[in-house]
């Protein structure tokens, strides 16, 4: 059975629902046309006004991703994760430290610097980061149990734009590689998928759509097609056509 | 202290920190040198169709050529707003703690020498004004005063602001503007987001209507969000008071000058207000003159092209009309239950302690404001923010 792997914990779904717009049609669309099995959830948001809770939206089958959402560097984001314990959010956490409120790009240094503390803390960190080898190789070395490149800029809904990088990710590293922002159509999410991304994240593409449960299941046909696709094995790209007669048949 | 009118407005007295900047020079060379009426159609159409906008877009969308393309312009900003931010709109509420006020502003309720009740919350009244506010299930205050460093020193307004940590997860200020080593303190006591309107961007102007008192100078002003970052600050508020001088180009210091506090400080969260003049007490004359409603809405949709990722805060002074039609269009945050007035959150036996700033043209409570977010299609939300102290 293909199941997705974090930390220990197995999902049949790989479309994973980030949170950031708080829309309950759109959580509602997710779950029930999407099968996202996992939502995060900024752990800011988690003991909030009764009356609009994201979590009275979300059934108790599904998988509260929290994060850091709002640490702007290490130690911000520890005490955060904390503050997420106490209120009984689970160990598993992703981690994103954000020190740019312009294009909300994550800092990979104080990323790096927070697995470490929070993986010695007891916490299962997942790390939301731009697509650099290095850096990702010393998250898994620090304790991450999967890496969340973003494949353009958070909300822009354009689409691969890490391709390359994160396609180095995917052959190098020996953890879950999960797309976490930027997919802003179906057919980059099933192009991340067929790459051997683990699982993606999306948002915005979903919330900003006309009409919100279409694209949801969009998304979730995408995502298994591609998971599908990747499995089955792709042919040989060639640049040149194969002749069904041998060019050479002539030698004899 | 008082000064007389001929006190240059650009000369900083003793007391106030300076700090190494440049910005105000990149602002007012800007504030100067603007013609909005050397933009064509064809220059707002190259803005409308950029992601990343620079001065000469953002210029290009407030000038009068701009107005007809309106319905594009918001369209655009709706689609901004709604990228970045979703339906999210976020709740808070002034609390006006005491309206003591050492400067002579002409077009202020609070000036010096108006005839208005003053009065000062103690650390009682203000304990009792917080627990009712809370009681309506917001989460974020903005604490304001008049611009008295006597009457509401810096160590009353910390107080109230640790006393305000207490109810409530995100304390702001709206104060007379202070030291880095001020904000620092206030910081310490739970405050993370500080607004100073800076009024007018034209320096003159600025002079001719700040008569006396510390207000009076202008790059003090003008740095007080920066001096705020430096002190330790997670975000800072930009507005204009639009109406005073030439809005167009009080919009374009306003939004030039956030943006460059962003890059400067790429952490900053920053947020921009549009607040319109409003009418004060003994003088009806005042009022927003040229900034019609359908302005109003070109800036909201400039400042949202421009500041894609930045809060836009659209305030009570605008009619609730307004706000429920503009909401939806760019803006993120709206005040709820708001009361001007001195001691308006205590209860029936407090009212009316001190008068208020300015009159308000939306009085509707938290429950309702919350009923017309959700009316309007989007998602009312009290806190989005953990204070980590540090």
């Known amino acids: ?252 | 202290m008082k000064f007389i009118q001929k006190t240059d407005p650009m000369e900083y007295l003793p007391s106030q920190e300076r700090i190494d900047s440049d910005i105000m020079l990149k602002v007012l060379n800007a504030h100067k040198n603007v013609n909005f009426d050397e933009f064509n159609a064809f220059d707002v159409q190259k803005a409308l169709d950029k992601d990343n906008l620079n001065l000469r877009d953002l210029q290009a969308l407030l000038s009068p050529v701009a107005a007809n393309f309106l319905e594009e312009m918001v369209a655009k900003s709706k689609a901004i707003k709604e990228r970045y931010f979703g339906k999210n709109i976020y709740l808070f509420t002034p609390q006006y703690i005491a309206n003591h006020c050492d400067n002579n502003c002409v077009y202020c309720g609070f000036k010096v020498g108006n005839d208005i009740k003053r009065a000062q919350l103690d650390e009682n009244d203000i304990i009792k004004e917080l627990k009712n506010i809370a009681k309506t299930g917001l989460k974020e205050i903005l604490i304001l005063t008049g611009e008295s460093q006597t009457k509401t020193p810096l160590n009353y307004i910390a107080n109230a602001c640790k006393l305000a940590k207490e109810y409530f997860d995100i304390v702001g200020v709206e104060i007379y503007p202070l030291n880095s080593d001020e904000y620092a303190i206030l910081h310490d006591n739970g405050v993370d987001f500080v607004t100073v309107f800076q009024e007018t961007y034209n320096p003159i102007k600025y002079g001719k209507i700040h008569l006396y008192g510390n207000k009076r100078v202008f790059p003090y002003r003008f740095n007080a969000q920066e001096r705020a970052l430096i002190g330790g600050m997670r975000g800072v508020a930009f507005a204009a008071l639009l109406g005073i001088d030439d809005w167009r180009k009080d919009a374009m210091a306003t939004a030039l000058h956030a943006s460059l506090i962003q890059s400067k400080y790429p952490h900053a969260e920053i947020s921009i207000s549009v607040p319109r003049l409003r009418p004060i007490i003994n003088n009806n004359k005042i009022n927003p003159k040229d900034v019609t409603e359908r302005a109003l809405l070109q800036v909201i949709a400039a400042y949202r092209l421009f500041l894609p990722y930045a809060n836009i805060t659209l305030s009570s002074r605008e009619s609730a009309y307004f706000r429920d039609n503009a909401m939806a269009l760019g803006i993120t945050k709206v005040s709820a239950g708001v009361s001007v007035g001195i001691g308006e959150h205590g209860g029936k036996d407090d009212k009316d302690k001190g008068d208020g700033q300015f009159e308000i043209s939306d009085n509707r409570d938290v429950n309702q404001m919350k009923t017309a977010i959700k009316n309007a299609g989007l998602t009312p939300v009290m806190s989005d923010y953990i204070y980590t102290g540090i």
């Not at chain 1, 220990?8 to 099995?37: H, N, V, W, Y």
């Not at chain 1, 809904?157 to 390359?164: F, W, Y």
């Open chain 1, 1 to 252: 059975m293909d199941r997705l792997n974090l930390g220990g914990r197995l999902f049949d779904s790989r479309f994973i629902m980030g949170s950031g717009k708080f829309d309950p049609e759109l959580i509602t669309a997710c779950i029930e046309e999407a099968d996202a099995q996992i939502i995060t959830l900024a752990i800011r948001r988690v003991n909030k006004d009764s009356d609009i809770s994201i979590t009275k939206f979300i059934p108790k089958n599904i998988t509260l991703l929290p994060n850091t959402s709002g640490a702007r560097d290490a130690s911000e984001a520890l005490r955060i994760a904390r503050l997420g314990r106490e209120l009984g959010c689970e160990d598993m956490i992703k981690i994103e430290v954000i020190k740019d409120s312009k294009f909300l790009l994550p800092d990979n240094y104080q990323t790096l610097k927070a697995i470490e503390l929070l993986a010695s803390d007891g916490f299962i960190p997942l790390a939301y980061m731009m697509p650099d080898l290095v850096v990702a190789r010393d998250m898994a070395n620090a304790g991450a149990a999967a890496i969340m490149p973003l494949a353009a800029p958070i909300g822009s809904n354009k689409g691969l734009s890490n391709k390359d990088m994160i396609q180095i990710l995917i052959d190098e590293i020996d953890l879950p590689i999960i797309v976490d922002a930027g997919i802003g159509r179906p057919s980059q999410a099933c192009e991340a998928m067929e790459m051997g991304c683990a699982a993606v994240m999306v948002n915005t593409a979903i919330a900003t759509a006309t009409d919100i449960r279409s694209m949801a299941r969009a998304f979730k046909n995408a995502v298994k097609a591609g998971r599908d696709a990747y499995l089955a094995g792709f042919g040989r790209v060639l640049n040149t056509a194969q002749a069904s007669s041998p060019l050479t048949g002539f030698l004899g």
